[in-house]
């Protein structure tokens, strides 16, 4: 079982930057994959970010956020840049135990945060 806590997202000017973080209880962080997902008003959940050996990116992000972990700290972050308006969304965290699926879906996923709220103004 783990437990995933969402932190960090806020409201930012367009061009401005934030970093999320999704602390993980639980003592086997470092076997799990972790991604980040968002969820815009009236539009169904999509990939934003995962991180397994190497990191992947959806195309929409892609040179903007970076995905990152840190095992000792149990924690993933997302730091994102040059924020646009179109990237205000309930931003998730995840973990998925398995690294056969297709990581971009949700369904892949076992662990869900609660969810961090980003808004970009224009």
């Known amino acids: 079982q783990v437990q995933l806590v969402e932190s960090g997202g806020g409201l930012v000017q367009a061009g401005g930057s934030l970093r999320l973080s999704c602390a993980a209880s639980g003592q086997t962080f470092s076997s799990y994959v972790m991604g980040w997902f968002r969820q815009a008003p009236g539009k169904e959940r999509e990939f934003v970010a995962v991180?397994?050996?190497?990191?992947y990116y959806a195309d929409s992000v892609k040179g903007r956020f970076t995905i990152s972990r840190d095992n000792a700290k149990n924690t993933v972050y997302l730091q994102m840049n040059s924020l646009k308006p179109e990237d205000t969304a309930v931003y998730y965290c995840a973990a998925s135990a398995s690294r056969s699926f297709d990581l971009t879906m949700s369904s892949s996923y076992d662990y869900w945060g609660q969810g961090t709220q980003v808004t970009v103004s224009s």
């Open positions: 991180i397994v050996r190497n990191t």
